[in-house]
């Protein structure tokens, strides 16, 4: 029965790691897509400022310029996509390569740790 279930275990750890490179590179698989979902963002978010505010008081802090306002929030809308399509990168890699440590100690028949409630998740 140790043996099938290990063989269970072994095919799961297998389909996790199939998805997790499936998945893995989603920003960059799909950067046209963040690239036009950042211009109409950067394009709708003044328009809702001024609709929101409705007071001279913001087109004088502003003075008017949409254009500088669209390209700011572009901006900033590029920087934040950048570095989160680092973190996750990271985090796929490292979730690839745990499974595949995972993976190669359920071949090898080692057993492995039961998991722990005070084991933190990030110490392994």
């Not at 989160?84 to 440590?101: G, H």
Request: some cysteine.
């Amino acid at each position: 029965m140790y043996s099938n279930f290990r063989e269970k275990k072994i095919y799961v750890h297998k389909l996790k790691l199939e998805r997790a490179k499936r998945q893995a590179r989603f920003v960059r698989r799909n950067i046209w897509k963040f690239f036009f979902a950042g211009i109409g963002l950067s394009m709708w978010v003044p328009i809702e400022i001024y609709d929101a505010f409705k007071k001279p008081e913001m087109l004088e802090i502003t003075k008017g310029y949409y254009f500088y306002e669209a390209l700011f929030i572009f901006i900033f809308y590029t920087i934040v996509i950048s570095f989160s399509a680092v973190v996750w990168e990271v985090q796929d890699k490292r979730t690839i390569k745990r499974l595949k440590t995972k993976i190669e100690e359920l071949e090898k028949g080692q057993k492995t740790n039961p998991p722990s409630a005070f084991r933190c998740s990030w110490s392994s």
